[in-house]
């Protein structure tokens, strides 16, 4: 004789089931947003929003060894049309005298985005870059970088 598909076997099962997965969501360590740099004109960027921490990428070496000219790539898939496009993409350092680094604006549509450049970092920090959309949405992205020689110390 078969055991009952809806009978007490299934219910165990089931309850077996549940358990594990609560127990294992609670062991997982849950997936927050990174605490942004206390940097004025990033937070009146935000102004109280908060950013989305997916399609944005910044990418800066862990280690550099001069601040002078740190490589530095931004990208972000498209497509973008017909949705929410990329109006600019802001470029925050938390320790540069100059905390607004670049603006990078794109008054037309573009499939896709893909900058490579350097930037000067006045010492080891967190870089941050937020991508504004035409819907208003924030989309952002931050690297940590640690500098063996710093640049910026003119304040230029």
Not at 59 to 78: F, H, I, Q, R, S
Not at 115 to 143: E, N, P, T
Request: charged share 20%.
């Amino acid at each position: 004789m078969k055991p009952s598909a809806t009978g007490p076997m299934l219910i165990r099962r089931r309850l077996l089931q549940g358990s594990v997965a609560l127990a294992l969501s609670r062991a997982l360590p849950s997936v927050a947003a990174p605490e942004l740099p206390d940097i004025p004109l990033l937070t009146q960027l935000l102004a109280g929003r908060t950013p989305r921490w997916e399609r944005l990428r910044l990418e800066l070496p862990a280690l550099a060894d001069n601040g002078l000219a740190v490589p530095l790539k931004l990208t972000m898939p498209g497509p973008f049309a017909p949705g929410p496009t990329v109006q600019a993409i802001h470029l925050f350092s938390e320790k540069n005298p100059v905390p607004d680094m670049a603006v990078f604006e794109f008054p037309v549509p573009v499939e896709k985005i893909e900058i490579d450049s350097r930037v000067r970092l006045a010492g080891s920090q967190k870089v941050v870059a937020v991508a504004v959309m035409s819907d208003a949405a924030l989309y952002a992205a931050m690297a940590e970088v640690v500098v063996t020689i710093a640049a910026c110390l003119d304040g230029g």
